[in-house]
């Protein structure tokens, strides 16, 4: 630097460094997520001379408490278990930090095991109710959310999963857990005969008389029904008796 008047001159020397990084703000200062969910935290650098530059990229980043929150290069912040963790960005000596409070995982979705299943009238269908949560894990609500039928005169269900069938027809079968739901289709078919009994159990006649045998089915609805002119009546002995159509 050159101070000069007519033919007299003085000089000086002046040296300039770079700007020295003065301070460092985090930004957002205070955040919240579930357990899984994650911040991505910016770190912005102040200069001696007045300039800002992002240094996200360049600063090393820290968690107080990683068993709660962890952080990676670039300063994306992952909620690992409710708690509070400070979030810290370093260049040098120069730091700055955040605050990351981590709640609970949130249920992101339900889903209802089997997705689709048909039982005869009077059966019943286990259904499972599955929770997935925003860290990835995943848990059995069977038990606590609540279980609805769309059509309760085709099938009903009960707390735990549990549907009974009640006439043929098909039906939505939905969990929900406050605003989270999942549903599964039940499809109810016509009762199944499940046994016949004879009655009498036992007869003796004499020759050339007759004897008249009921035939009753019971069905999985529980219902009974006579069958003694649709069934098909035999004999193990047709030299000593034998059937009409009619029993």
Known sequence: ITAKSGTISGSAT??????????????????TVAAGDSQQFTAT???????????????????????VATVKTGGLATGVAPGTATITAKSGTISGSATLTVTAALLTS?????????????????????GKYSN???QNLSSTVQWSSSATGVATVSSGGLATSVAPGTATITAKSGTISGSATLTVTAPVLTSLSIIPGSATIAKGT???????????????????????WSSSATSVAAFAASG
């Open 136 to 138: 990835g894990s995943t």
């Open 110 to 130: 339900i889903s209802v095991t089997p997705a689709t299943a048909t039982v005869a009238a009077g059966n019943g269908q286990k259904f499972t109710a599955t």
């Open 210 to 232: 007759s004897q008249q045998f009921t035939a009753t089915g019971t069905y999985t609805n529980g219902s009974t029904q006579n069958l003694t002119s649709a069934v098909n």
């Open 45 to 67: 650098g102040t200069y001696s001379n007045g300039t800002t530059q992002n240094l996200s990229s360049t600063a090393k980043w820290t968690s107080s408490a990683t068993a």
């Open 14 to 31: 002046l040296t300039v460094t770079a700007a020295v990084l003065t301070s460092i703000s985090i930004s957002p200062a205070t955040a």
